[in-house]
């Protein structure tokens, strides 16, 4: 076994020649044209991003290095192959996947959790900060104002003012970033203890658990093999989602100012806790408890559906529904759905069965509707209501949670340092010149 550094430098090496060949031959080829529908449609459909980690296919969605979730789900080493309670892919396994886009040993898995929980004591001066939160500010403001604080000690930072060469910079990225995913839960926890008094605010760390095992500890969930095993899932399949989703888009762009991920990820979540992107699983929480609160628990058909076009009429959108590249229902939602599936305590919950329903009623209501381009259910419509039946009522902090898998897309910063990439610094125009330009 390797350790997941040994196992990056191998791979980073070839990776360059292929990128310096593929730029050789084809540095003027065009990827397709740019519409003005582009421009105003938020660059939707643009393909000008460089991203190893993962891709979007708008009917399959997401691959891991080509591998699918059900993939992943088979071929990833999970917690009962670590010898824990539970068998969910592990989210370390997700990291060295997209790190390497090779599947780890269960033996590199279990080195790479002990390495995380070595290093996920939090430094006294960002508990200070977090405790002196108001209770009230948002857990994601709270989160993202926590993890920009860490770059106090970046590795990054420190290297590139001692005048490190170009040629290394993905070294000190690469320590930054896992020196990030290990202090998260931590952070997380800490959050959630503050704001919500759950948990015991402690970082009773054991090096023997995974990173996950060691925060549904930290949050008072650790004897709940359920939630444990359901946080593994979720924070995998959530973590990378392609580059142009607006959290991955936003700290990779930061990141190509050489600003370090400790600023990158904490903008990256600033975009999370927009509620067209990462607060709409907090939303549908609120929908769903908003519609059982209107038509009753076990509502018909008939009666969702009214609730749904009450919404729609309303000028709000569905939270939950759509999205921005996928055309058909996110294999995430899937893959949450099949966990609710083999748990009796879920499928008798009123809330899973609420989501079940909708996901049953509503593209049929969203279709009539005609407006959004997909009307089907993205993840977020499920993911959250889990997290409640399993007793996580705290539906505000319910977007920390997405936030802590999306730590999994600074994976790209190390990549974006081993290619040299440039600073971000696309072209803009006013309307005015836009006239001119089409006219
Ligand atoms: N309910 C009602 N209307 C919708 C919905 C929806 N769920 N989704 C899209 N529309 C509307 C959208 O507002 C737009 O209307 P208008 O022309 O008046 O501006 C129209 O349909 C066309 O939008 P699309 O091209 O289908 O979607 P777009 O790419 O612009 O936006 C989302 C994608 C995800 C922002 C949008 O589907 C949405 O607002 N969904 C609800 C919020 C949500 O679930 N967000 C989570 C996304 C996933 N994530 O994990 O981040
Ligand atoms: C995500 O996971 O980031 C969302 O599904 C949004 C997106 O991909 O645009």
Same mark, same amino acid.
């Given at each position: 076994a390797s350790t997941l550094k040994d196992a990056v430098a191998q791979v980073i090496p070839e990776k360059q020649e292929q990128l310096k060949a593929l730029k050789a031959k084809h540095n003027n080829s065009s990827l397709g044209e740019v519409k003005l529908e582009n421009l105003l449609g938020g660059m939707r459909g643009l393909k000008c991003m460089l991203w190893e980690g993962s891709v979007l296919d708008s009917e399959r969605g997401i691959a891991f290095h080509g591998r699918s979730? =059900?993939?992943?789900?088979?071929?990833?080493?999970?917690?009962?192959? @670590?010898?824990? $309670? &539970? #068998?969910?892919?592990?989210?370390?396994?997700?990291?060295?996947?997209?790190?390497?886009?090779?599947? =780890?040993?269960?033996?590199?898995?279990?080195?790479?959790?002990?390495? @995380?929980?070595? $290093? &996920? #004591?939090?430094?006294?001066?960002?508990?200070k900060i977090i405790d002196s939160f108001p209770k009230t500010l948002h857990p994601m403001t709270q989160f993202s104002a926590a993890v920009a604080a860490l770059n106090h000690d970046s590795a990054f930072s420190a290297a590139y003012n001692k005048g490190i060469k170009k040629s290394e910079y993905w070294s000190p990225t690469y320590d930054d970033v896992i020196t990030?995913?290990?202090?998260?839960?931590?952070?997380?926890?800490?959050?959630?203890?503050?704001?919500?008094?759950?948990?015991?605010?402690?970082?009773?760390?054991?090096?023997?658990n995974d990173l996950i095992g060691n925060y549904a500890n930290m949050i008072g969930y650790g004897d709940h093999e359920g939630m444990t095993d359901y946080l593994r899932l979720y924070i995998a399949i959530h973590g990378d989602h392609e580059g142009g989703n607006v959290s991955a888009h936003t700290l990779h762009l930061v990141g190509s100012a050489l600003s370090d991920p400790f600023l990158s990820y904490s903008?990256?979540?600033?975009?999370?806790?927009?509620?067209?992107?990462?607060?709409?699983?907090?939303?549908v929480l609120g929908f769903c408890l908003g519609l059982q609160k209107a038509v009753g628990e076990n509502a018909s058909d008939e009666k969702v559906k009214e609730h749904l076009w009450s919404t729609l009429n309303s000028g709000r959108v569905v939270p939950g529904y759509g999205h921005a590249v996928l055309r058909s229902t996110d294999p995430r939602f899937l893959a949450l759905s099949r966990f609710c599936d083999t748990r009796p305590e879920l499928q008798k919950d009123s809330l899973v069965q609420l989501v079940q329903q909708l996901a049953r009623v509503a593209p049929g209501v969203l279709t009539e509707h005609g407006k959004t381009k997909n009307p089907n259910p993205n993840v977020d419509s499920a993911s959250g209501c889990v997290l409640y039946s399993y007793g996580m009522t705290e539906f505000k902090y319910y977007t920390v949670v997405f936030g802590i898998s999306r730590a999994l897309a600074l994976t790209q910063l190390v990549w974006d340092r081993a290619y040299g990439m440039g600073i971000e610094r696309p072209k803009s125009f006013s309307v005015d010149a836009l006239q001119k330009m089409l006219k």
């Open positions: 979730i =059900p993939d992943c789900e088979k071929e990833l080493p999970t917690a009962k192959d @670590l010898g824990l $309670k &539970g #068998k969910e892919m592990l989210p370390e396994s997700m990291l060295w996947l997209l790190l390497t886009g090779k599947v =780890p040993s269960v033996d590199e898995v279990r080195g790479l959790s002990a390495e @995380l929980a070595e $290093k &996920g #004591k939090l430094p006294n001066y960002v508990e990030l995913i290990a202090k998260i839960p931590a952070i997380a926890a800490r959050i959630y203890y503050n704001v919500f008094g759950k948990g015991d605010g402690k970082q009773a760390i054991d090096p023997s903008a990256g979540l600033a975009g999370l806790a927009g509620p067209l992107h990462g607060l709409a699983n907090q939303e």
